[in-house]
């Protein structure tokens, strides 16, 4: 019986992927390698979305070739935002790769992998949905990206917005319940736009709606949301539905409605600030997160000074911050110039990072000897009980005897960190 092997990196969007690659590898008989040196399929699931993320894709790659010459027969493909329509570039850089796909578009390794497979062990047709890893799961309900900001490739790589029937995804989501997931995490790059693009235009809050009555299922959240599609309605839903958990990923990517306008992202620095006035007056501990680019072209000190004062008004929970690399095929690659110097990126990315450890510290503080419910997902490196609130904030909790993977449990909080909270069981279901 072959195997297969596949190497993620990137966001939770292509883990998602790899796992729907996996399943249907899976269905034509292959199983997972726990190395790539066991297996017949290699994949490595590209990201290109900053600099360094694609400096370890050509890292991975490179460490295959001796593989590959070692293993003639083993299949190597290259999946993921590195794919563009054409290929030949990469073919020259990486002579050793057998497949290159395009995001989501499994069907050239598929065809290899069909020719490869022992009939035998094939399975019937039918929806393939990823065998789950744990109490946990991504759900894909729309792809692709309308958006265009300047900054990003996302647009070039993945394609249009499509989005997924909604009888689809909650045959997937019931699917999972009754193979023992309590969480379902539904992604898109702008999963709130989902439905646009479907007839009768079911909404993202319609959806939640319908998967919150599935029985056997514990809490729902979405990623990511672009502040535009992000209605009153949906936030009204995510207050007001049970499993939907208190917790949205808003980017704002900057403070200063220049650098917004630059970056093409539709929306100014007011309309975000009221965006958050309305989530928080319908959810006031809601978690909150976002995305931020440091020394985008142009960004001047006050610009990014804008940025700071937004981060210390709001105070999110989770800051992901990035100094802006110049992405190849982009709008801003073509229009504008990346003309701040290396080390003034470094200093703005460090003084986001240093403050919002310091907003994180003293949120986490707050909740020192609350009562909090906690989705328990595994053991960590300690073998202490590991999971998440439903603001997604990280908790670790001593292990007693029983096993309470997939359990909702009562944790009282009693130390705190920027990164995460310690707590003592207090009760569990
Ligand atoms: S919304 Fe903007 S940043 Fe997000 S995937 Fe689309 S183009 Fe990229």
Not at 170 to 185: F, K, N, S, Y
Not at 396 to 405: I, N
């Amino acid at each position: 019986m072959g195997s297969y092997y596949i190497w993620t990196i990137g966001c939770q969007m292509n883990v998602a992927d790899s796992e729907r690659l996996g399943a249907h590898l899976e269905r034509l008989g292959f199983q997972a390698a726990q190395a790539p040196e066991a297996a017949d399929i290699l994949v490595v699931n590209s990201c290109v979305v900053r600099q360094h993320a694609e400096d370890r894709v050509a890292n991975k790659l490179h460490a295959l070739r001796p593989l590959k010459r070692k293993n003639p027969n083993a299949v190597i493909a290259l999946m993921g935002c590195m794919v563009g329509p054409k290929t030949e570039d990469l073919q020259h850089r990486f002579p050793h790769v057998d497949v290159f796909m395009r995001p989501q578009v499994y069907d050239p390794l598929l065809e290899v992998a069909r020719e490869r497979a022992d009939l035998a062990s094939c399975q019937d047709e039918g929806p393939v949905v990823p065998n789950p890893t744990g109490p946990t799961a991504f759900v894909p309900v729309i792809k692709g990206c309308d958006e265009f900001c300047t900054f990003c490739i996302v647009p070039y790589r993945r394609g249009r917005q499509v989005s997924r029937p909604s009888e689809e995804i909650v045959a997937e989501v019931r699917a999972l319940a009754e193979r023992g997931v309590r969480e379902v995490t539904l992604l898109g790059q702008t999963v709130d736009a989902y439905g646009l693009d479907l007839r009768g235009q079911p909404d993202l809050a319609d959806l939640l709606t319908e998967l919150n009555g599935i029985d056997g299922l514990a809490r729902l959240r979405f990623l990511t949301s672009h502040p535009r599609y992000m209605t009153r309605k949906l936030i009204r839903a995510v207050a007001d539905l049970d499993k939907v958990c208190e917790h949205i990923n808003v980017p704002f990517q900057a403070g200063d409605d220049d650098v917004l306008q630059a970056m093409r992202r539709t929306y100014t620095r007011d309309e975000y600030r009221r965006l958050i006035a309305d989530i928080r007056e319908a959810m006031p501990e809601a978690g909150l997160s976002t995305d931020v680019i440091v020394g985008f072209p142009g960004e001047t000190d006050e610009q990014f000074q804008r940025t700071v004062d937004l981060l210390e008004e709001v105070r999110f929970d989770v800051v992901h911050v990035a100094a802006y690399s110049v992405r190849p095929g982009t709008i801003a690659a073509r229009k504008l110039s990346d003309d701040l110097p290396k080390d003034v990126k470094q200093a703005r990315l460090r003084q986001v990072e240093q403050l919002q450890e310091g907003i994180a510290a003293g949120i986490n503080a707050a909740l020192v000897g609350r009562e909090v419910e906690v989705l328990v997902e595994k053991r960590d490196a300690l073998g202490n009980w590991e999971g998440r609130t439903r603001t997604h904030k990280l908790v670790h909790f001593p292990a007693g005897v029983s096993d309470l993977r997939g359990e909702l449990v009562t944790v009282t909080i009693t130390r705190a960190s920027a990164w995460s909270l310690q707590g003592e069981l207090v009760a569990v279901g």
